[in-house]
């Protein structure tokens, strides 16, 4: 009788999978892959995450599909998401997974773009934590004035096109001076400069944040604020990994008035995603909710869990993921004001 039953609930199950379902189900059987491209070449990390994340999600799928991944263009993703927009079918078989490197290269106005982020469709995502770590004297508290030391604030930066265009922003929002230097690209090329002192400030962000603070932290860095996370709601709360911390616009006085509030939005939300899955534009509502299904299950395996842990990012279901990608969604005068400045200020311009 129970196995009646059970064979009964199957049944009524696959009576009420919608279209979309049922299609997937179908070429799951058939042998043709349910896919997911990764946006970055072979061996890098979102070809892992890519890995990770289709053993995950292979399960959520009528058939427990094998999701076949591809890893396509190079680090920053920008050919990969060119690639997506422009050739992979919106009947939601295929979904991709992109650095947020990606949307710094959208944000940013690179000639080379030619897709739009603000279009995708949300699956899942992680995020990251963004922090900066300002060499100050014992006992000196961490202020908007005290951290500009001489004036300004020598900050090791790799270039606008970064993930250092949240912290750029930041500081100019809460008014502290900074003279950056340029070039430093690496999260281990800014220590060295901050412990050669080279320079008084450095931006971490992506993973493994509290392990890059702790050398720093030994020779006089403190951490002064972070990007904060966004809630599934929109709303900004303090990083899990740094509670204590307070978020950039919190941690000095910003006027009404002070520029770039959307653009550093935005800004904040590529910095803090460590990667994204999202489906292309216009795909069947049925097949969206299959995917986001699946990532819910996803998100909650062992597996992907030990994963995100020992990465220090934090795994993100649609609605999360969808509340950083509503930050992406500048007008074209907040665009054009953020590229006037990055060249009025630091002389550089999209190539």
């Known amino acids: 009788m129970r196995k009646r039953r059970q064979i009964l609930a199957l049944m009524a199950a696959v009576a009420l999978q919608p279209a979309a379902s049922l299609l997937l189900s179908r070429r ?102 963004g922090v900066l770590v300002v060499r100050l004297p014992p006992g000196t508290a961490p202020t908007p004035r005290n951290i500009a030391v001489g004036g300004s604030l020598k900050l090791a930066v790799d270039q606008p096109q970064s993930n250092d265009l949240a912290a750029l922003l930041a500081l100019a929002r809460i008014g502290v001076p900074t003279s950056p230097i340029f070039g430093v690209r690496s999260t281990d090329a800014k220590a060295r400069a901050f412990l050669a002192g080279e320079a008084d400030a450095v931006f971490l962000c992506g993973e493994g944040v509290p392990e890059d603070i702790a050398p720093l932290a030994a020779n006089g860095g403190v951490p002064v604020f972070s990007l904060g996370r966004v809630g599934d709601d929109g709303r900004l709360t303090p990083d899990p990994l740094f509670p204590a911390l307070p978020e ?41 909710a299959l995917w986001q299904q699946a990532a819910n299950a996803a998100i909650a395996t062992a597996a992907l869990d030990s994963a995100a842990d020992a990465s220090s990012v934090n795994l993100r279901s649609a609605p999360g993921t969808a509340a950083e990608l509503n930050n992406l969604a500048l007008s074209p005068g907040d665009q054009t004001a953020l590229l006037n400045f990055l060249q009025s200020r630091f002389g550089w311009r999209a190539s």
Request: net charge negative; glycine share 10%.
């Open 28 to 129: 799951a059987r058939a042998g043709a892959a349910v896919s997911l491209l990764a946006a970055g070449p072979n061996g890098d990390p979102i070809s892992r995450w890519a890995n990770a994340c289709a053993l995950a999600l292979g399960p959520g799928f009528p058939g427990n599909p094998t999701l076949q991944t591809q890893a396509t263009g190079g680090l920053d993703g920008v050919t990969g998401a060119n690639h997506f927009d422009a050739l992979v079918a919106d009947d939601g078989s295929t979904a991709a997974i992109f650095p947020g490197a990606t949307l710094i290269a959208w944000l940013t106005g690179d000639s080379r773009v030619h897709f739009d982020p603000t279009r995708w469709v949300p699956v899942m995502a992680a995020t990251n934590s």
């Open 248 to 288: 950039a616009m919190r941690f000095g006085a910003v006027s009404e008035n002070a520029p770039f509030a959307a653009a550093y939005a935005a800004a904040s939300a590529a910095a803090r995603l460590d990667f994204l899955v999202t489906l292309p534009h216009l795909t069947d509502a049925n097949a969206v």
